[in-house]
């Protein structure tokens, strides 16, 4: 068995789809505008988990992803193979991240605001 597909609540699938792709550089597995369905995937692991954009359209997937963002903590975790070359390129397309890389023994890692209502963690390991 392995993960297919995982989702994360986002304010407006429409908008997260252009700022997942064209910002991060995710690539499009589905995206049906009409019904307000959109999947995206990464370049690196075409084969690999889908990333479902769900709208945060009822009141528990509302407060789950306000809560989660309001104790100011990610949504979900990417990994990168190079954290400060990654926060750089993105700064450099004005993402906007809570605070500087840090170093942990697991690694190293930044948060930012994908602009969708959700923190995001880029990691890499040690």
């Known amino acids: 068995m392995r ?8 304010i407006d699938p429409a908008a997260a789809f252009d700022f997942y792709t064209q910002t991060l550089g995710f690539q ?8 307000n369905l959109f999947i995206v995937k990464s370049p690196q692991d075409p084969d690999g988990v889908g ?10 997937a509302t407060a789950y992803r306000e809560g989660v963002y ?17 926060y750089d390129r993105l700064i450099g397309l004005g993402v906007r991240f809570t605070g500087d890389p840090t170093v942990d023994p ?10 969708c209502g959700n923190l995001i963690q880029i990691h890499q390991d040690a």
């Open 28 to 35: 499009e597995l589905l995206a049906m505008p009409e019904h």
């Open 51 to 60: 990333l479902l954009l769900e709208p945060s359209d009822n009141p528990i």
């Open 70 to 86: 309001g104790l100011g903590l990610p949504t979900i975790v990417f990994g990168v193979p190079d954290v400060r070359a990654e």
């Open 3 to 10: 993960i297919k597909m995982c989702g994360i609540h986002v």
């Open 106 to 115: 697991s690694g190293a890692s930044a948060v930012f605001d994908d602009t």
